[in-house]
């Protein structure tokens, strides 16, 4: 690892690379071991060529924007992690149009689109996470998905080209894109959106954000909603008749607010997490025959009971 670091060093300079830096500090979860590698490219060219210097040495790396639906274990990860994040985030917005780098939140693309008078995008206004993660697992909430407003999206292939792919093509469904599969890393996204009226647009992202902080624990560290939605079905609800609102293990508990979520009450481990998230799905599927799958990321080496 010496050797690649020294390599990405030279490539994109000393303040964009870390060594054995803690993962905690990049999750949303607060949790994780430590990285080999942590580099933070300032341009798309930058990430490119990071990139291409790990496959040309066979070296493990993983993208991240800002860690919101990622749990690392406490092994850390044995490789680069690529953080696509601040650095990568400008937006700009011609007419109904909105083109935004991959590190661009959110939240900052729904504030941009209610100052320029653009509807369809509340919907994502209150979701922790950057648009190139949303772009990849087609997120959504309140009945909104980037599906419905994505037009095409930069892409960095698995053979290293850079490629404009049209919506059409990214095969989105619930929580899904073909984008893993292909092994590509979104670099940005053009946005298509409609015009509307900006009182409307700022009192649903209110309506919206009052929901959230009603009903969702934003005061304790977490991933977000932890499992899938299953067909016909609230996997918080199931959660919760299951009998297991504040089930715990370690410092790592099922929302008391919101039985969907997992929460670190402060000091959980990676471990804490994940073996709840495994009681949770048994327990589950014994109460009601429904199989629970993880929403969350899972990256590093976990124990299994």
Known sequence: MQNIAELLTRAVGEDRILTNESMSRHTTFRIGGSAD???????????VEIVQICRKHGTPYYVIGNGSNLLVSDAGYRGVILQLYKNLSEISVEGDTM????????????KR??????TGFEFASGIPGTIGGAVVMNAGAYGGEMKNVIEEVTVLTADGTVETVPATELEFGYRHSVIPKKGWI???????LQKGDPGQIGARMEELRQ??????????????????RPEGNFAGKLIMEA???????????????HCGF???????TAEDVYRLIQKVIVRVREHSGIMLEPEVKLLGEFLTE
């Open 37 to 47: 590698i942590f580099a933070m490219p300032r341009t798309k060219e930058e990430a």
């Open 99 to 110: 083109t935004v780098q991959t590190g661009a939140m959110l939240s900052v693309i729904a």
């Open 113 to 118: 689109a209610l100052e320029h008078g653009l």
């Open 186 to 192: 979104v670099l940005g996204a053009k946005l298509k």
């Open 211 to 228: 929901q959230r902080v009603t009903k969702q624990p934003l005061d304790l560290p977490s991933a977000g909603s932890t499992f899938k």
């Open 243 to 257: 009998g297991l609102r504040g089930f715990s293990v370690g410092d790592a508990q099922v929302s008391e607010k």
């Open 262 to 268: 997992v929460v670190n009450k402060g000091g959980a």
